[in-house]
């Protein structure tokens, strides 16, 4: 049972124009929701985040948009660069209740910019 | 700034074999985190420590154990390895059950 899915396996675009990665989510007990960047044999880096209580947040070419009823949310990136080609993983966590915050990861989408 | 430190990076290993995979947090990080990623999978969660004491537990297998030390590194072990085990194993660190862990740069398993 996947609770938090990204079903765009792979995305590509043009350099200077707008990126935008998709991810749903199933648990309504998640609350906190993270972008994650992979380079191939590097761990995940940190990208941006938000809060349920939050619809929008942004941190220079990246935003992240999160429409709660949906379940839904998507991170922007513009203008996009080749620098950015990478995979990305929308990630979830229930940060109530204790529950340590572990990460609930999607499957990820693999961002091409062509130069 | 110092980052999430794992050993080793690459490791290969027979089946039935026994592996000890190691993970140094940031320093002042008192929580780690342990997840799995097969090849063309998301990572998954296999089990969390923080101050020492184990405080969640995820899909890990019962021929896997974990802990973290005093000096709050952590340990992996991972016995009677099967072929389905070859995954990248990642190691993440956050201080105080923080809500944004950072992760190290994995440690690739191939059970042959």
């Known amino acids: 049972d996947q609770q938090v899915k990204q079903n765009s396996p792979s995305l590509s675009v043009q350099e200077g124009r707008i990126s935008i990665l998709n991810c749903d989510y199933t648990n309504s007990m998640f609350d906190y929701f993270l972008w994650y960047k992979k380079y191939p044999a590097e761990g995940p880096t940190f990208l941006i985040s938000?809060?349920?209580?939050?619809d929008k947040n942004e941190d220079g070419r990246f935003t992240v948009f999160l429409n709660k009823s949906a379940k839904h949310l998507s991170l922007h990136i513009v203008p996009s660069q080749p620098g950015d080609s990478a995979v990305y993983f929308c990630a979830a966590s229930a940060t109530s209740g204790g529950s340590n915050y572990k990460l609930t990861f999607g499957k990820g989408t693999l961002l091409t910019v062509n130069p | 700034a110092a980052g999430v430190i794992q050993s080793p990076r690459h490791l290969i290993k027979e089946k039935r074999e026994t592996a000890t995979l190691k993970c140094y947090p940031i320093?002042?990080?008192?929580?780690v985190y342990w997840y799995q990623q097969g090849p063309g999978q998301d990572p998954q969660f296999l089990i969390s420590?923080?101050?020492?004491?184990?405080?969640d537990k995820g899909s890990i297998p019962d021929r896997f154990s974990a802990q973290q030390f005093s000096d709050y590194h952590s340990e992996l072990n991972m016995s009677s390895l099967e072929l389905g085990d070859s995954a990248l194993y990642f190691c993440a660190s956050s201080a105080r059950q923080g809500l944004v862990p950072s992760f190290g740069q994995g440690t690739r398993l191939t059970v042959v």
């Open positions: 420590f923080y101050e020492k004491m184990q405080s």
């Open positions: 320093p002042r990080h008192d929580t």
């Open positions: 938000i809060s349920s209580i939050k």
